[in-house]
């Protein structure tokens, strides 16, 4: 999408664990951010410099309220008629990216850049020194141990939260086991003081 300095992004679902990224990175860039959001996550959002709207409808009227000039791009996180919405607002097709509405590219061209355009170390490592050095921060809505992992698919399934949700898997404990004299071991107090 390449936002410039002074342009106006609109991302569509702003608050998911892509759409939250997405956002402060076009921050980042310089440009005025506009994210669809719930009530829940508007303070959320105001808090990392975007300007939250209420999905839903009237969205269109929202926005044309919101940009005087118009939006320079548009990044699709949710799908279901967001790429329509833009290209409704003028936005032209080349400054359109959905990661979701795969017929939308095929019927209007429009960008189709997620995962595999960013799987290089590096963006990762770019991506990581931002967030090492708390300039953009990756929320997180929930953790999960991994035995409770279909209780995380279910929720990520209702598609609402702020960021994403963690499935938190335990370290297997690599130590070799201790044999039976080092378990039995116990410090011997001598007049020399306390010996292991
Ligand atoms: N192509 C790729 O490389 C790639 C990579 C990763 C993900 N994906 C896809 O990208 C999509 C986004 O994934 P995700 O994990 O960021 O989140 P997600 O679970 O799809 O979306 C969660 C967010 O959507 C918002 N939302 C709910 N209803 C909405 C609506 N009608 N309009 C706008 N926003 C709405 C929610 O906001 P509220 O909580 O405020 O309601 C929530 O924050 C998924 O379809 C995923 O499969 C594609």
Redesign the pocket.
């Known amino acids: 999408m390449s936002p410039a300095p002074g342009e106006t992004v609109f991302v569509?679902?702003?608050?998911?664990?892509?759409?939250?990224l997405a956002g402060q990175l076009a921050r980042l860039a310089g440009a005025r951010v506009i994210g669809?959001?719930?009530t829940?996550?508007m303070p959320r959002l105001e808090a990392l410099g975007i300007e939250p709207v209420p999905?839903?409808p009237g969205l269109e009227a929202r926005l044309r309220a919101m940009t005087r000039d118009g939006l320079d791009a548009v990044i699709d996180?949710?799908?279901?008629g967001?790429v329509e919405l833009a290209l409704a607002l003028g936005v032209a097709p080349e400054r359109i990216n959905t990661?979701?509405d795969y017929a939308a590219v095929q019927w209007y061209g429009v960008q189709?850049r997620?995962?595999?355009d960013a799987l290089s170390p590096g963006v990762w490592s770019e991506l990581q020194t931002l967030i090492a050095a708390g300039r953009r921060v990756v929320p997180i809505e929930a953790e999960y141990p991994l035995e409770d992992i279909a209780r995380a698919y279910t929720d990520?399934a209702t598609?609402?939260?702020?960021g994403?949700r963690v499935a938190r898997i335990r370290a297997p404990d690599l130590r070799p086991p201790r044999s039976a004299g080092q378990q039995l071991r116990r410090p011997v107090r001598s007049p020399m003081g306390t010996m292991w």
């Open positions: 569509s679902a702003a608050a998911g664990g892509v759409g939250v669809a959001s719930s829940r996550n999905y839903g996180t949710f799908g279901g967001y990661i979701t189709a997620g995962n595999g990520v598609r609402h939260g702020f994403k």
